[in-house]
């Protein structure tokens, strides 16, 4: 329970109780819980949708207010980590020069770009749902899917989310991602993600000397979503 409180506290805005009182390991071991936040955002996210389409509010508007109650219950921790990663890996620097540009707070011309792209294409996707658990589908397997990248390639730096989320119960992830595939159409989904996040990991770690940080992990869940919504909307 104190790692699923940690993986909630940490991955939504949700409030979680005693959250105070958890401690490192609980937070090195709720990687295994990333799927129940995917679960808990995507089923905000889709529930807003059904609502606004239930009160015939329109396509736009309801695929609008979905994302930003996707936004909303993430914090935009992952829409952060994407707008670094994209500054960060796009600069013509050397490695640890764009480690440095990960902590920089200000948003570039690349951050720019790439995070406006995203939101425009989520908004598109969202107006073309035709069932309120895409969001959903979309949210597990990106969260639940990040470990593999966790585990497959060392932390850039010694200290942070990508030191500190190599190990604990990743295992755990996999398993609680694997149901959406029982889902309608929703195999595809999960494929598409699984390729997605090991292309952004691979690519990113080759422009930061090997390693990835906390942003990257960040990046592969946002475009690992935009894939899995991608999939559903080409085999509905």
Known sequence: MRAAAS??????????PWLSQLDGDD???ANGFYPLAG??????SGGV????HTAQLGLMVSAALSLITWLALTGMLHFDGLLDSADAVFATKTP??????????????????VGGGALLLKFALLGEMT??????AAAICARGLVVLPMRLY?????????ASSRAGWWPLGLVLTAPVALLPHAAPALVASTITTLLVAAFCARKLGGGLTGDVYGACIELSELAALLALTSWR
Do not use: N, Q, Y
């Not at 679960?39 to 905000?44: A, S």
């Not at 640890?96 to 720019?112: P, S």
């Not at 060392?154 to 990508?162: F, Q």
């Open 7 to 16: 993986a909630l506290g940490f991955l939504t805005t949700l409030p979680v």
């Open 27 to 29: 937070f090195a071991r």
């Open 39 to 44: 679960l808990l955002v995507g089923l905000g």
């Open 49 to 52: 949708w059904w609502l606004a």
């Open 96 to 113: 640890a020069e764009r480690l440095g540009i990960l902590k920089d707070v200000h948003v570039g011309a690349f951050g720019f770009g």
């Open 131 to 136: 069932t309120w658990w895409w969001p959903a």
């Open 154 to 162: 060392p932390a850039a730096r010694s200290t942070g989310l990508g």
